[in-house]
């Protein structure tokens, strides 16, 4: 071979070396979320997810894509949400809500699964126990239905001489029969009547405000929801607008003017299910990775509200808030 052929077949080897190197180069992992709320009302949450991702060492478009689908506060959109990615082969899911966990456990036994959820996650059927998961799911839990007692206690402190008291859920969350068992239990005891309203509609939650006076209702207890969370300011102005004393499981509620909240910390959750992803995608199974359960909660009282509603918030109860908005 002359020496001018060997350098040209050199050259053209050493240009070509980089694009089959590329080539053969693994695709990046992709996690599929699955959302039961808005993109917008859970931007916080997610923000704490990237920071639990990145603690394990994957940030979104250097070494991992994100596939995400969002039902909007339309639960019956994620079934088909969840199949959606499936079908686009992601590594992983993750499902932000007690009804995205469902949808996406329905929707497969192989893809691992993390959730968060407001439920405890063995009695609704997403794992076998918390210490020893099984299957292909695991994820966070706040255990909220635990806090629906604390809700009614609390409202009770502000509004001593109350008889009735009203509870909003959305039926089409699934943990909407549970949470109401346990504050018909909780009212009994403390002798209050507890009147159940359905909302899972924008229309709906103006309806169930307006119902209030009819019933005679003293006070109102808001449960958390995904669509409740995207209708925060809607929920704030009214209770204000019909002077119902109002509580609801999400610190955005007193903030946007609402006159308490009681709820988990979703920060450290959500940063501990980017955590988990991270590392399932190093190889670790979710059947070992144990259910982690937040057992933090703050409450949240606005005293500007309080005022506005011709509330005398006690002392006692303004000494145990972890915030108070004047």
Known sequence: MQRREFITLLGGAAAAWPLAARAQQPAKPVIGILGGPTANSWAPQVAAFH???????????????????WADGQYDRLPA???DLIQRQVTVIVAFTTPAARAAKAATATVPIVFTTISDPVQIGLVASLSQPGGNVTGMSTLSVEVGPKLLEVLHEVVPKATKIALLVNPTNPNSETESKKLQAAA????????????????????????LGQLGADGLIIIRDAFFQTRIEQ???LSVRHVMP?????????VAGGLMSYSSSD???????????GRILKGDKPADLPVVQSTKVELVINLKTAKALGLNVPNTLIGRADEVIE
Do not use: C, H, P
């Open 188 to 211: 009994s005891t403390r002798g209050l009547r507890l009147q159940v309203l359905n909302a899972s509609t924008e229309r709906d939650i103006d309806t169930a405000f307006e119902t």
């Open 235 to 237: 929920f704030a102005a």
């Open 81 to 83: 949400m969840a199949a």
């Open 267 to 277: 920060e450290d959750l959500y940063r501990q299910a980017g955590v988990y992803t």
């Open 51 to 69: 920071k639990g991702l990145s603690e394990a060492g994957y940030t979104e478009g250097r070494n991992v894509a994100i596939e995400a689908r």
């Open 246 to 254: 109002t509580i609801f499981q999400d610190r955005a509620f007193a």
